[in-house]
DNA sequence: TTATTTTTGTTGCTTTTGCAACACTAATTA
DNA sequence: TAATTAGTGTTGCAAAAGCAACAAAAATAA
């Protein structure tokens, strides 16, 4: 299931009269800066159009685990939250984002019909496609060892760039995160599948070296 | 959110519109048959007309997992899957399954315009209520310890129904399945729960002796 | 109603994991 | 380029969790 973007199949002039249609509102944010901090609670559809931005959970003891890093056309919501705590929405880089009331996207719209309805078919697909996504990572964490977490990870990145030599898309530190373990443990996890040469590994690059189906 | 329901706003004669323009077929099954083996690959949109069924992964050492349990008009399709492993769905009481290929969604009809607009927001809003539940389900298991796991599942059903007084929806034995621990470290510390005057237990009934928010 | 299966509750033991602390390297910013 | 911050790699120890096994209760089927 290849990617779709939220302005999938529609031209410029057509994402200006959606946005139009819309009543759409553009802000921007610089690094580091606290785009949302109620993210549970908003009524909004928001579109990330330019730079990178992450939706972050505070645990209680202080720690943050990352949920979701946005990018260019990703989109985010009250969807996107779980009910229990409160989620911060931060801007990794310098970010555009274009939000609009979440009710807009449901308006029956007499012109420009062909337009929402591309843009309702992208916000399925694009919803289905975070489901599955979201599913993907309840397996990893459903895993009970940190060994069976980190091959399955591993399986993941394989099935998706179908090589056994893959790079973790971010640092170690925030993989322990994303998997929700101890780094330390993680690390030494890593150094046993190394000595019974499971895996090959240095950094975040890492060889398979085990047979996969 | 009020959970939304597929038909929502639709009568049965528009069901019967809407079911024909997409070509519908329905299916029966008797309780414990396996209604599907091939979940993650499967073309279809599928909705649960009557009964309840279970979308099921086995794991490695023969243990399964219960992903989620369906009931009327509930949906499922690929999004429900996870990319690693084969999901099986399965009829736990006997059902009804309608099923049409995924993409008739997002024909553009001339006909039944309003109908398809309306079951179009059915679509987009259950699916963004399952993105929030599995974010609800991923906080849960994202916890490090069984303790936290349990608290704020508890947490999660007294949100839920505004009550201290809570009643698990399924036994103890799936509810280990559900938050992915052992159960008899489970039961170990809902006894320690108890001696520590937090709660109060009785098999499925729980109540909340400690200060919520 | 009895028999059978499933679920609950409990415990000892072993393994895994988290925590804390520290040295070292890489990356970023002043 | 130097200074500062962030990330990697490692270890000992304590705490938590998994596994295995079994008895008793409850639910379901014969």
């Known amino acids: 299931m290849a990617k779709t973007s939220i ?3 529609l ?6 009269k959606l946005l139009n ?5 553009s802000s921007s944010f610089s690094k580091g ?3 949302m901090s ?3 609670t908003t009524r909004d559809f928001n579109i990330v159009k330019s730079g990178t931005i992450n939706i972050i959970r505070f ?15 990703d989109i985010f919501g009250h969807f996107s939250s779980a009910t229990q705590e409160e989620l911060y929405v931060i801007a990794e880089t310098d970010a555009e984002i274009i939000s609009f009331n979440y009710d807009q996207i449901f308006q029956r719209y007499s012109k420009n019909i062909d337009l929402h309805y591309q843009f309702n078919e992208n916000v399925v697909k694009i919803l289905a496609n975070k489901l599955q996504a979201t599913n993907d990572r ?3 964490l459903t895993e009970k060892t940190i060994r069976n977490k980190l091959l399955n990870y591993f399986n993941s990145l394989y099935k998706k760039n179908l090589s056994k030599n893959i790079t973790i898309p971010f640092s170690l530190t925030n993989l322990a995160d994303y998997l929700s373990i101890d780094r330390s443990a993680m690390m030494r996890e890593l150094k046993n599948l190394k000595d019974e040469g499971l895996i090959n590994q240095k950094g ?3 060889q398979l070296l085990y047979y996969i189906n």
């Open 38 to 40: 109620n993210l549970r």
């Open 21 to 25: 249609d819309f009543k759409a509102r």
């Open 138 to 140: 309840i397996q990893i």
């Open 204 to 206: 975040k690059k890492i």
């Open 11 to 16: 031209s410029f002039q057509d994402q200006d």
């Open 59 to 73: 645990n209680y003891n202080g720690t943050r685990t990352i949920i979701e890093t946005l990018e260019e056309d």
């Open 33 to 35: 800066v606290t785009i």
């Open 7 to 9: 302005f999938n199949e």
